[in-house]
């Protein structure tokens, strides 16, 4: 008989395989942060698995006894001709970190390192982050994730500098492990300009399902930009449970992309605070459940400061079974004036299983400010594919040109041409069938 773990039970009651990675580290520093999460994970509330957000995921499990993603190892990434068209490149696997960073960069003072790297160079400002991030994270999953990873990188430019190629950091999950927890960490100074590409994929047969929390903590400087792209192909046996938070600062821009394809179960919580006059957001989502996937999407927009703009397009395509919630809110504080919010949810069903749910809120504490939401839900059009079927496209190339039209302009926003193609190609590589 098959032992299992209730996975909301495992984030709620700390197991003590998990209670072990808490003290596990070379770096004391690192070892006492993790501490101190798991003290912040006591004290906070547990899951509500009744919530809209966590009541369809209750009956997920974890095999027993956990395998917990170890120390990794620590190395440097030999160049290779592919490394051409980054700035540096990051490979994380359960037991591993390799790590490439131009020479030309790492003289100008960027870091990128893993963080216990980072912490042993004396990075002053990524344990200034750390700190912040356990006030940030306030929920017990965020404080489970910090409290017990190994696994994570640190990126920082230096104020003045704008990177031209971009940086990439690829986690690859090889099944030894099926709990394995991440955090990133980026900082943008002032003025400076940086694009970075996140890839999430499974290699060998990912029979076993895995446990993949992570969270993702950036600070952008007055005048910076971030462009930010994300493409996650992960096996059809692992859940992932990503949390960002992104604060952005006097007239900082951020540019974020989600593309999210694989996985069984991925429950993404994302926050952008604008902090500073002048700062800008720009998220963007495109999503493509399928067979029993389920993806869940919260989403914050935070006008915390006046003449501040977010935009946020979301575009879900679900097939068989698929089931997708976005939960949307932008919060505008009591004094502000002239922010200009918005959000907008559209789903295309392709198949009467699917299933589709949007919750866009407002909640506004101030005059003189523009928000506003939307939402659509259809269905291929008939008339649409059988116009296409008179000219000689098949049904599958029909539905898939539909789609095509459908996520065109969500792929429009990505500002970077060559990140814009990355895209695209990832998307050609899946062989999406509709």
Not at 219 to 238: D, N
Not at 282 to 309: E, M
Not at 372 to 395: A, E, M, N, P, W
Request: include cysteine.
């Amino acid at each position: 008989m098959t032992t299992t773990y209730n996975l909301i039970q495992v984030i709620n009651s700390l197991p003590d395989e998990l209670l072990k990675s808490s003290q596990a580290g070379t770096n004391a520093k690192w070892v006492t942060h993790k501490v101190n999460a798991i003290r912040r994970y006591m004290a906070l509330d547990e899951i509500d698995t009744k919530s809209k957000l966590w009541k369809k995921l209750t009956g997920l499990e974890l095999h027993a006894p956990i395998k917990t993603a170890d120390v990794p190892e620590i190395s440097g990434f030999k160049y290779e001709p592919w490394m051409k068209d980054w700035s540096g490149v990051i490979e994380i696997t359960e037991a591993k970190i390799s790590v490439y960073l131009k020479d030309e960069l790492h003289s100008a003072g960027v870091t990128f390192k893993d963080i216990t790297s980072a912490l042993d160079g004396g990075q002053n400002i990524l344990e200034k982050l750390l700190e912040t991030s356990l006030e940030k994270f306030d929920d017990r999953l965020s404080a489970l994730t910090a409290g017990t990873v190994n696994h994570g990188f640190f990126l920082s430019v230096p104020e003045g500098l704008k990177v031209d190629k971009p940086f990439k950091v690829m986690v690859k999950i090889t099944d030894t492990a099926s709990f394995f927890p991440l955090h990133f960490l980026t900082v943008l100074k002032n003025h400076s300009s940086v694009k970075v590409v996140f890839e999430f994929i499974s290699e060998g047969a990912n029979k076993e399902s895995c446990f993949i929390p992570m969270i993702h903590s950036s600070a952008l400087g007055a005048s910076s930009e971030l462009e930010l792209v994300e493409i996650q192909a992960l096996g059809a046996s692992t859940f992932f449970f990503p949390n960002e938070v992104i604060d952005i600062g006097e007239n900082a821009a951020l540019n974020r992309f989600i593309l999210d394809k694989g996985s069984q179960v991925t429950h993404r919580a994302f926050l952008a605070d604008l902090n500073q006059t002048g700062g800008n957001a720009q998220v963007t989502g495109v999503y493509f459940p399928s067979g029993n996937q389920r993806f869940i999407y919260d989403t914050q927009q935070n006008h915390l400061a006046s003449d501040t703009t977010s935009t946020l397009l979301f575009k879900g395509v679900l097939d068989d079974a698929g089931y997708t919630l976005w939960k949307g809110n932008i919060f505008v504080k009591e004094g502000v004036r002239g922010a200009d919010g918005y959000q907008l949810n559209n789903t295309l069903l392709l198949n009467p299983a699917t299933h589709a749910e949007s919750i866009p809120g407002l909640e506004i504490s101030a005059d003189d400010v523009k928000c506003s939401h939307g939402l659509t839900l259809s269905s291929v059009d008939k008339d649409q594919l059988f116009y296409l079927q008179t000219r000689g496209i098949g049904k599958d190339e029909g539905k898939r040109l539909i789609v095509d039209g459908f996520i065109r302009a969500a792929i429009s926003r990505i500002k970077s041409a060559e990140l814009q193609e990355y895209v695209k190609e990832n998307l050609d590589k899946a062989n999406l069938v509709f």
